[in-house]
T-cell receptor, first 111, second 121 residues
Framework: GESVGLHLPTLSVQEGDNSIINCAYSNSASDYFIWYKQESGKGPQFIIDIRSNMDKRQGQRVTVLLNKTVKHLSLQIAATQPGDSAVYFCAEKNGTDKLIFGTGTRLQVFP | GAVVSQHPSRVICKSGTSVKIECRSLDFQATTMFWYRQFPKQSLMLMATSNEGSKATYEQGVEKDKFLINHASLTLSTLTVTSAHPEDSSFYIC?????????????????FGSGTQLSVL
């Protein structure tokens, strides 16, 4: 299930299940979005990106969906594995050099 | 893939001392690097944009005299936390964009360093 911790919401899933991590972005002018995975004590790792002229993009075991109408982004992970446990951040870019990160969601995968 | 090296990974210092953090792009040239700060269980907050050969651009609320940024070459940017205090304790992360990849199409990826955990006693 999904719960809200002190700062980071947490999503707990069973190994092998699909995970859906959601993100609401703030700027309607943002035209480029990225999902990052961050393990404890490490820098963010690129997962997948999508431009605003697309609704969906698929990678290996991951899919990003973009709904510009409601400014919503989601990351779907198929057949979630223990190694997927981490904090996931969405980030948005609005034509400038800056990448603005969202709040983040902690994904916990149980055997 | 492109690699960004950040050093040191962890530093403990006394209050009042200065700490320098290095960010290097190992196999590409980075005209622009970014410095982020991350407190426990929080997101990455952009502190400043570092441009090679020019002054850094700081985000609102970030003291430029406290967080000195130098980007003297296409592969190195440094962040110096001057007169550090316990409230400066945080995880500092740099990132760099590989300009050679280009901005046409999808790939505007930033490559991130592994971060520096600063603890000020």
């Amino acid at each position: 299930g999904e719960s809200v911790g002190l700062h980071l919401p947490t999503l707990s899933v069973q190994e092998g299940d699909n995970s859906i991590i959601n993100c609401a972005y703030s700027n309607s002018a943002s035209d480029y979005f990225i999902w990052y995975k961050q393990e404890s004590g490490k820098g963010p790792q690129f997962i997948i990106d999508i431009r605003s002229n697309m609704d969906k993009r698929q990678g290996q075991r991951v899919t990003v969906l973009l709904n510009k109408t409601v400014k919503h982004l989601s990351l779907q992970i198929a057949a979630t594995q223990p190694g997927d446990s981490a904090v996931y951040f969405c980030a948005e870019k609005n034509g400038t050099d800056k990448l603005i990160f969202g709040t983040g969601t902690r994904l916990q995968v149980f055997p | 893939g492109a690699v960004v090296s950040q050093h040191p990974s962890r530093v403990i210092c006394k209050s009042g001392t200065s700490v320098k953090i290095e960010c290097r792009s190992l196999d590409f040239q980075a005209t622009t690097m970014f410095w982020y700060r991350q407190f426990p269980k929080q997101s990455l907050m952009l502190m400043a944009t570092s441009n090679e050969g020019s002054k850094a651009t700081y985000e609102q609320g970030v003291e430029k005299d406290k967080f000195l940024i130098n980007h003297a070459s296409l592969t190195l940017s440094t962040l110096t936390v001057t007169s550090a205090h316990p409230e400066d304790s945080s995880f500092y992360i740099c990132s760099a964009r590989d300009r050679s990849v280009g901005t046409v199409g999808m790939n505007e990826k930033l490559f991130f360093g592994s971060g520096t955990q600063l603890s000020v006693l």
